[in-house]
């Protein structure tokens, strides 16, 4: 199946600074990504969705100028948690999808385990 | 908003048994999906059915989609050990929801 890739796998930060997340399809053109987020022991929330050279779209709650989302190419969006905190402290999963077609099949993310001490 | 809901919430069973899991959802649909995700670790695709179908099998798995009770369910059929995770359904209207999953755990 397709594969898509986030990078890192990890990150520790201080509380303050900015992490950028990648994420990447790397056998196919993801025309729109999704960036998730799970709590511990909790589902999967949807942050955002992205098309490529478009804005993001935002799900109702989430900051976009805390969660800045970039998807300048058809297979690379990156995530910027900014000013990050302890509360931002999460697994995030990104998704693509080849087309914009909601009946086309959504390809994961291994996930970004982000710490924020 | 999170429009999916699975239960049970966890499940226990002895390896080589069935396992059922079912999920339930608000509002109407195009499709729906069903991952697992081992622990701390990204979701997996499963399989996915379409409204117009009623049942879809891969595998040890099989699907069923009421869509007149909003409803579908997931059979682990000889479930072993490696089958421990969490599954999430996930549906679709304009963009996919996640349920709060099922955590499966096969005792070997």
Known sequence: GAVVSQHPSRVICKSGTSVKIECRSLDFQATTMFWYRQFPKKSLMLMATSNEGSKATYEQGVEKDKFLINHASLTLSTLTVTSAHPEDSSFYICSARAGTSISETQYFGPGTRLLVL | ?108
């Open chain 2, 1 to 108: 908003s999170q429009q999916g809901e699975e239960d049970p919430q966890a499940l226990s069973i002895q390896e080589g048994e069935n396992a059922t899991m079912n999920c339930s959802y608000k509002t109407s649909i195009n499709n729906l999906q069903w991952y697992r995700q081992n622990s701390g670790r990204g979701l997996v695709h499963l399989i996915l059915i379409r409204s117009n179908e009623r049942e879809k099998h891969s595998g040890r798995l099989r699907v069923t989609l009421d869509t007149s009770k909003k409803s579908s369910s997931l059979l682990i059929t000889a479930s072993r050990a490696a089958d421990t995770a969490s599954y999430f359904c996930a549906t679709d209207g304009n963009q996919f929801y996640f349920g709060t999953g099922t955590s499966l755990t096969v005792i070997p």
